[in-house]
Nanobody, 123 residues
Framework: QVQLVESGGGSAQAGGSLKLSCAAS?????MAWFRQAQGQEREAVAA???????NYADSVKGRFTIFKDNTKNTVYLQMNGLKPDDTAMYYC????????????????????WGQGMQVTVSS
């Protein structure tokens, strides 16, 4: 079993920044961030794989950056230019096989999930 430990959630003003972290208990090829706003379906935000390939949802392109430290089995999500619409529970996900390009496809299933943490952006 793989444990994912998330940190960095919290509150920010619109236009501000937050950085999320997620450490896996062992190597995972692909790590990603998903979010779920209240009353809405979960959506993929960004993914990165061990080749360094990244993939982003259109809604966060140019504002969020995902990067992975393979030596620490840790993925980070740097969120800049935050908007109130970014308010959601953010979940880290990891998979041994998926690639970053596969990760954001509809219906793709990740093997491991974190507990989630709240990100709140106020206007």
């Amino acid at each position: 079993q793989v444990q994912l430990v998330e940190s960095g959630g919290g509150s920010a003003q619109a236009g501000g920044s937050l950085k999320l972290s997620c450490a896996a208990s062992r190597f995972m090829n692909c790590m990603a961030w998903f979010r779920q706003a209240q009353g809405q379906e979960r959506e993929a935000v960004a993914a990165v794989d061990s080749d360094g390939d990244t993939n982003y949802a259109d809604s966060v392109k140019g504002r969020f950056t995902i990067f992975k430290d393979n030596t620490k089995n840790t993925v980070y999500l740097q969120m800049n230019g935050l908007k109130p619409d970014d308010t959601a529970m953010y979940y880290c996900a990891a998979d041994e096989i998926l690639t970053a390009y596969q990760a954001l496809e509809v219906g793709v299933s990740f093997d491991y999930w974190g507990q989630g943490m709240q990100v709140t952006v106020s206007s």
